[in-house]
């Protein structure tokens, strides 16, 4: 058979149909829709791939100056986030103390000022018969002195009377659990029982509704400041006079150098002191110059003696809750530092 050739040149095969799909049933060519052989995903892998090469690429040619970058993108991060989280938590501290002053949650909320007692025994007895006997009490060495019970009742007292005075008046006993062979029992609790078994020395109806502890300070000067927090919790606000109850050779280390540590105004801060037992004083006088000495170069009580002594005084761990009821003064709580607080504080005006 003869090979024959279509026109000149190589050969070329013969299509007698169309590329098409024929339907047998209608003689009808139907035109057929084939999927294109390309993936659509190849483009963009290899765009991904080719950035990924040039970084590479930029690492190895340029490793400290890609580093410094990846360094500063980092830091920048961590503040921004850092400042942003601490917004949040104010800001939801605020919300939550505008929906207890909306929904009434504050127990003393129509209370502005504060009387504080400070404790300085814990009272041991079973019965509340004897609250002016030493063997009623658990005392120190030093103050194993005739007439010592009496000068805490004299706090106490004190205390009572000056909130009677003031109808605006929160009254705060304070102080911890701070002596561990007197058990889990705290200052301020033992200064309300001996109020309370006193009758509130005929101040009950007005002053016991309004009378309250903090519980977990260790040494003066918590003492004030978590009071202050105390009255914030309690309250919702922050006290716009402050009145202190201690022995009167304790005036200068309130009255100056706690004052002035947290910053309150001099002309709303008032101070009750009351004498120490008979035949104590110039011994008391002499121990004080040495605390005020301490609290002159460690006005926080973050450092050194101070620091060892509160945590002498927390035989039981317990945890103290402060700043969590008062946040506009958490930079405070956790400043430490031989000058005062330099930030602003709620009642600097």
């Known amino acids: 058979?003869?090979?024959?050739?279509?026109?000149?040149?190589?050969?070329?095969?013969?299509?007698?149909?169309?590329?098409?799909?024929?339907?047998?049933?209608?003689?009808?060519?139907?035109?057929?829709?084939?999927?294109?052989?390309?993936?659509?995903?190849?483009?963009?892998?290899?765009?991904?791939?080719?950035?990924?090469?040039?970084?590479?690429?930029?690492?190895?040619?340029?490793?400290?100056?890609?580093?410094?970058?990846?360094?500063?993108?980092?830091l920048t991060m961590l503040v921004v986030l850092s400042v942003y989280e601490t917004r949040f938590r104010m800001m939801g501290f605020r919300r939550n103390?505008?929906?207890?002053l909306s929904l009434g949650l504050y127990p003393l909320a129509n209370l502005r000022n504060l009387v504080m007692v400070a404790g300085h025994s814990i009272?041991?007895?079973?019965?509340?018969?004897?609250?002016?006997?030493?063997?009623?009490?658990?005392?120190?060495?030093?103050?194993?002195?005739?007439?010592?019970?009496?000068?805490?009742?004299?706090?106490?007292?004190?205390?009572?009377?000056?909130?009677?005075?003031?109808?605006?008046?929160?009254?705060?006993?304070?102080?911890?659990?701070?002596?561990k062979d007197a058990g889990p029992r705290s200052e301020a609790q033992s200064y309300w029982s001996v109020a309370e078994s006193q009758g509130w020395f005929g101040r009950q109806d007005s002053v016991r509704s309004r009378a309250l502890t903090e519980e977990h300070a260790r040494d003066s000067f918590e003492n004030l400041l978590f009071s202050v927090c105390r009255f914030r919790e309690l309250t919702g606000t922050y006290p716009q006079n402050i009145t202190?109850?201690?022995?009167?050779?304790?005036?200068?280390?309130?009255a100056h150098l706690h004052r002035l540590a947290i910053g309150f105004p001099e002309g709303r801060f008032f101070y009750i002191g009351t004498p120490a037992a008979p035949g104590a004083q110039e011994a008391a006088e002499k121990g004080e110059?040495?605390?005020?000495?301490?609290?002159?170069?460690?006005?926080?009580?973050?450092?050194?003696?101070?620091?060892?002594?509160?945590?002498?005084?927390?035989?039981?761990?317990?945890?103290?809750?402060?700043?969590?009821?008062?946040?506009e003064l958490k930079g405070l709580f956790s400043y430490c530092g031989p000058v005062p607080y330099p930030a602003s504080l709620p009642w600097i005006e």
């Not at 049933?25 to 290899?46: C, H, Q, V, W, Y």
Request: glycine share 6%; aromatic share 12%; with cysteine.
């Open 123 to 179: 009272y041991t007895s079973t019965t509340c018969g004897k609250v002016d006997s030493e063997d009623s009490w658990f005392l120190e060495p030093y103050q194993k002195n005739p007439g010592q019970a009496a000068t805490f009742l004299a706090h106490i007292k004190e205390g009572v009377e000056s909130a009677a005075k003031d109808k605006r008046s929160l009254l705060l006993f304070s102080g911890g659990e701070t002596r």
């Open 97 to 100: 103390d505008d929906l207890s």
């Open 289 to 327: 110059a040495h605390v005020r000495a301490q609290f002159q170069e460690d006005p926080y009580g973050c450092l050194g003696s101070l620091h060892r002594k509160r945590l002498k005084r927390d035989p039981f761990h317990r945890l103290i809750p402060y700043p969590n009821g008062c946040p």
């Open 244 to 254: 202190v109850v201690s022995y009167d050779f304790k005036k200068e280390r309130f």
């Open 1 to 74: 058979m003869n090979n024959q050739s279509f026109g000149t040149g190589s050969p070329k095969s013969f299509h007698a149909y169309p590329r098409v799909d024929f339907d047998l049933e209608s003689g009808n060519a139907r035109k057929s829709f084939r999927k294109s052989k390309s993936t659509p995903l190849i483009d963009p892998i290899r765009k991904i791939n080719s950035v990924v090469n040039r970084i590479h690429y930029v690492c190895k040619l340029h490793p400290v100056a890609v580093f410094l970058a990846s360094l500063f993108v980092c």
